[in-house]
């Protein structure tokens, strides 16, 4: 697969359809790939990197990277695909300076999980018949893709990729069965002093780093509520360690409606929060309340927020 | 020691075009409300961004409702179909998070009905004394 993506960029490159490359490449480790731009053919052919665990979602840095000259090429996995067609429909990127290639994907590894089951000195990883082969400096190991997976690529919401100039690799189809809402529910089916103590016990780890605001494609305001000083909910000193809940309820209600539940949010979390819950229920209640809707799926359907039926359910 | 009687704090945003006449209009025909609920007055229901709400309870409100004109009958048409929709979704997540849905309310309250708002406001308070004290979203950072 890195090799049909790398063969494809260095021709787009060579032919001069694209001046840029926005891919992956090893960051600190070997398992921890970071998004990279990539200039020339010597720059793709040392740097370029695509694995299972190319997590991250690239759609946000397209903001950044469609204003500048010249057209860029970006690699979407099918979720990835939803965020973008988000992000187009809020004309925060220019569609015409993008030339997306969507990539097939079975789903990441989530590296603290394979941690987890004492694998160590992890060099790299590939896929095959549903199962990961993880190389590490002593050797290398195999194990279930479901026991590796992050939690979001296990509750999988589509394989289709929604926007593409070109595919490498075979389209998917929508997952109907995903079951992503589970966890909602068995929260919704608590009382609410159990409840309270769940996203106590969750937020209060919270540092407040703010990596979740800073990887969300919905959150891609360029004045944030979070930088205002006078917002009353601008980082500063907590009293205890609960007060960051605001944080998250704000920032969850900020992107109802445009999440398209990519997850990153929850991957990116170094105190690991489930925080895709928060954006789950929101999901969950506008499909229940508004009918289904998936941000991201068709740029020209209105949002729910954005409208109203005069036969709405009372709040 | 004197015992004093638990009174909870009641936040109600009230719309300009109804029910803070509303108020008036309970005032006017005598009809009494908890003294409780605080007032505050906004040009529609559909101003109240959630973070008053999220504010309100930060800063140690027990409960939080927010009176608006009857659907249809909004002063700039449609502003109270939007904040149906958002105060749906909020509550639902106030809920989500711990906050019991007894604690906020979305009313629908016309300029003429001094005696619903009256009626509203003693029930909504008695549903909240009975839940008691709400600390779970108070914030320490926000005391003046």
């Not at chain 1, 989530?110 to 095959?128: F, N, P, R, S």
């Not at chain 1, 998250?248 to 990116?268: L, M, N, P, Q, W």
């Not at chain 2, 309250?109 to 406001?121: L, Q, V």
Request: charged letters at 25%.
């Amino acid at each position: 697969m890195q090799k049909m993506m790398e063969k494809r960029a260095l021709e787009l490159l060579a032919d001069g359809t694209v001046s840029r490359v926005l891919g992956w490449s090893a960051g600190e480790f070997p398992y921890d790939m970071t998004p990279a731009v990539f200039e020339t053919a010597e720059e793709l052919q040392d740097g370029f990197v695509y694995n299972d665990f190319c997590g991250a979602n690239l759609s946000k840095y397209l903001i950044k990277e469609s204003r500048k000259e010249g057209k860029i090429l970006v690699f979407l996995k099918p979720c990835d695909t939803y965020s973008f067609n988000q992000l187009l429909a809020e004309h925060r990127i220019i569609r015409d300076n993008i030339y997306v290639i969507g990539i097939e994907c079975y789903g990441k590894a989530d590296v603290e999980k394979l941690k987890a089951m004492g694998l160590e000195g992890i060099t790299g990883i590939y896929m095959k018949d549903g199962e990961y082969t993880v190389e590490t400096v002593y050797g290398s190991q195999t194990v279930k893709a479901y026991e590796a997976m992050a939690e979001r690529c296990l509750a999988c919401k589509s394989k289709k990729h929604v926007v593409y100039d070109e595919l490498i690799g075979e389209d998917g189809e929508v997952v109907t069965d995903c079951n992503r809402f589970d966890m909602v529910e068995q929260l919704e089916a608590m009382t609410p002093e159990q409840r309270f103590a769940f996203w106590r016990g969750e937020l209060s780890r919270c540092i407040r780093c703010n990596a979740c605001r800073n990887v969300c494609p919905a959150c891609s305001c360029e004045q944030c509520v979070f930088d205002n000083p006078n917002s009353g909910v601008a980082q500063k000193a907590a009293v205890n360690s609960f007060e960051e809940n605001m944080f998250h309820i704000i920032r969850a209600f900020h992107v109802a409606g445009r999440c398209t539940d990519c997850g990153e949010c929850s991957r990116v979390c170094p105190q690991n929060i489930p925080l895709h819950l928060l954006n789950r229920k929101f999901i969950k209640d506008m499909n229940a309340f508004y009918g289904e809707y998936q941000a991201g799926e068709d740029p020209d359907k209105k949002p729910p927020l954005g409208t109203y039926t005069l036969g709405d359910r009372e709040a | 020691m004197q015992v004093t009687e638990y009174k909870p704090k009641i936040v109600a945003f009230c719309c300009n075009w109804c029910s803070y006449a509303g108020a008036d209009g309970a005032g006017s025909a005598r009809l009494s409300y908890p003294e409780e609920v605080k007032i505050i007055r906004v040009p529609c229901s559909c101003r109240v961004n959630p973070m008053f709400i999220l504010r309100a309870f930060q800063r140690g409100a027990d409960g939080v409702i927010i009176a608006g004109c009857h659907p249809g009958d909004c002063h700039y048409t449609s502003g109270n179909y939007f904040t149906r929709r958002r105060m749906a979704l909020l509550f639902s997540m106030l809920d989500y998070l711990g906050i019991e849905r007894e604690r906020t309310r979305v009313e629908w309250i016309s300029a003429a009905e001094g005696a619903k708002f009256s009626k509203t406001m003693t029930e909504f308070c008695a549903t909240v004394a009975a839940l008691g004290e709400n600390k779970r979203l108070e914030d320490l950072r926000c005391k003046k």
